[in-house]
């Protein structure tokens, strides 16, 4: 049968990206209490395309996924993304692989146990020239307006905020350190399950630490900053206003190879 992706493509235009998007797959990811947790990732397989040819291959991309059945890991994605750029004679491989992360909290005054979802993600890309490696975690948290316990003569508005952090390392990090450091920063952190007692402590935690979105992201870049195996970060803050029909936002990036 005519391979039609081979064919020339005569517009001179070559590609930066083509691939599959939002395959869904099982990998593993290293877990620190439990050693290795499994989930399911949702896949954007990449490479570049050059202007001699119509298309890339397709059904590819998800043979390297079979390929790799119960191997895929942060460990070894360096691996698959040489075998995308061997197999689909490309100069560049991509992926992106966003997954559901689970990690077991206990309330702090009951410690009753229970799973926490977080959102996460990882980017690693290859070429001759060399590779890169993301990771991304997505972490809610509560905040308490500093303002509003400041003017007001009883207690305080407070809501809940979406942290995002993503970071490139020259040092394996954990995703629960990753975690625990947004949380540490914000007012008070999130329970899956939380007895009276528990209420009655987070209420008061998150009114002894009030934080503007602005608050949160510079508290995190200052640990950041602190933390020897991280080259380059971004983190930004988006707070559901309780009172207000818009949201609060704050961003901040850096990299400290250039400061």
């Known amino acids: 049968m005519i391979d039609v992706q081979n064919l020339e493509d005569v517009r001179g235009i070559s590609l930066h990206h083509v691939g ?14 439990q050693g290795v947790q499994h989930t399911i990732g949702s896949f954007n397989m990449y490479v570049d395309l050059t202007d001699k040819f119509k298309g890339t291959h397709m059904s590819r991309f998800i043979e390297i996924l079979n390929q790799y059945r119960n191997e895929i890991d ?12 061997v197999k689909l004679n490309s100069n560049v491989s991509v992926i992106e692989v966003s997954f559901p992360y689970f990690v077991q909290k206990k309330a702090p005054v009951s410690q009753a ?22 990771v991304k975690v997505g972490v809610s948290v509560t905040t308490l307006c500093p303002c509003s316990k400041e003017i007001s003569d009883r207690g305080a508005h407070n ?19 990753l975690i625990h450091l947004v949380e540490d920063s914000a007012s008070c952190e999130l329970f899956p399950l939380l ?4 209420e009655k402590a987070v209420t008061e935690r998150a009114y002894d630490h009030p934080r503007f979105a602005e608050d ?8 950041l900053d602190e933390w020897s195996a991280i080259e380059w ?5 988006e707070n559901e206003e309780s009172i207000h029909a818009h949201n609060a936002y704050a961003f901040v990036k850096k990299s400290k190879l250039e400061s």
């Open 20 to 33: 599959v998007r939002n395959v869904r797959y099982p990998i593993k990811v290293l877990d620190k209490a």
């Open 74 to 85: 942060v460990n070894n994605l360096d691996q698959i993304l040489e075998t995308m750029r």
């Open 113 to 134: 146990e229970s799973l926490m979802e977080y959102t996460c993600k990882m980017w690693g890309s290859k070429s001759v020239e060399g590779k890169d490696f993301y």
């Open 159 to 177: 809501q809940r905020s979406n942290v995002s952090l993503v970071v490139r390392f020259s040092q394996f990090v954990w995703i629960e350190d």
């Open 195 to 198: 007895k009276r007692v528990d």
């Open 216 to 223: 949160v992201v510079r508290e995190v870049a200052v640990k």
């Open 233 to 237: 970060y971004a983190v930004e803050c």
